[in-house]
């Protein structure tokens, strides 16, 4: 019974890594409301309407921005969400370094932020400094290690700056 819990895992996470090769710059489905999902414990995302205060926020708390620019009907999306957002070692790195920020960039400002930072494959994930000046940019899904570098890359070079 143990290694057939095993051999399941293995095979989602080798699912996973495999549909996160790829990204979505197309062929919209129908989804539901509860295709996000609340990242706890991992990443704790900023609630806000505009960009601005989040900016604001890690301007005031001295920390880089992290936006997650997606669609709902996104798979990698989907995918980083219920296993790289919700991860725990994910989440505390990126709470103590970062505020976070998704944008559905379909609905409210969120066209308008997508189009300002030219974004069209999803996930597209921006890191930026507080005065939203791309640090990092990395188009399409990542998982923990990728994604932790490309914070790791943006902490670097935000002091450099």
């Known amino acids: 019974m143990k290694n057939t819990v095993s051999v399941k895992k293995y095979f989602y996470v080798l699912l996973a890594c495999g549909l996160l090769l790829g990204s979505c710059n197309g062929g919209k489905r129908a989804t539901s409301s509860k295709d996000r999902v609340k990242n ?11 960009l601005s205060a989040v900016l604001d926020k890690a301007e005031k708390e001295n920390k880089v921005v992290f936006v997650d620019m997606y669609t709902t009907w996104c798979l990698p999306c989907k995918i980083m969400d219920e ?8 989440g505390t790195f990126m709470n103590e370094n970062f505020i976070s920020y998704k944008v559905d960039t379909e609905k409210g400002t969120g066209p308008n932020l997508k189009d300002v930072y030219g974004v069209i494959v999803y996930p597209t994930l921006l890191f930026m400094d507080s005065k939203g000046k791309v640090l990092v940019r990395k188009e399409g899904g990542v998982g923990h290690t990728e994604f932790m570098n490309l914070g790791n890359e943006a902490l670097n070079l ?3 700056n």
Request: glycine content about 10%; cysteine-free; proline content about 5%.
């Open 83 to 90: 296993n790289v957002f919700s991860d725990q070692g994910v």
């Open 158 to 160: 935000n002091v450099a």
């Open 40 to 50: 706890t414990p991992g990443i704790h995302f900023q609630k806000s309407n505009t």
